[in-house]
Nanobody
């Protein structure tokens, strides 16, 4: 079992930046399969960014490509999502998830509690 705790959400003006963090604890041996997802009321989880198996490949949703960057600090068991040039449509609850496959939320079985991002 792996536990994931997100932080770093908040309110930002359009065009500004935020960095989300997700720290894992517990069984962290498979932390290379990590992803960030977001959800707005009434909608399903949307894959935002993810590492592929082995951590060598990254995947991004088209809507965030070039603006968001996923990174991993293995020593700290922490995955980050750097979000630049934020847009109002980025407003959502953001979740990190582990042990999945690319940007498919149905393939992930460990989830954090989420952190709210609001872009005004």
């Amino acid at each position: 079992q792996v536990q994931l705790v997100e932080s770093g959400g908040g309110t930002a003006q359009a065009g500004r930046s935020l960095r989300l963090s997700c720290t894992a604890s517990g069984n962290t041996y498979s932390l290379n399969c990590l992803g960030w997802f977001r959800q707005t009321p009434g909608k399903v989880h949307e894959g935002v960014a993810a590492f592929g198996s082995g951590g060598g490949s990254t995947y991004y949703a088209g809507s965030v490509k070039g603006r968001f960057t996923i990174s991993l600090d293995k020593a700290k068991n922490t995955v980050y999502l750097q979000m630049n040039n934020l847009k109002s449509e980025d407003t959502a609850m953001y979740y990190c998830a582990a042990r999945g496959y690319r940007l498919d939320p149905l393939r992930y079985n460990s989830w954090g509690q989420g952190t709210q991002v609001t872009v005004s």
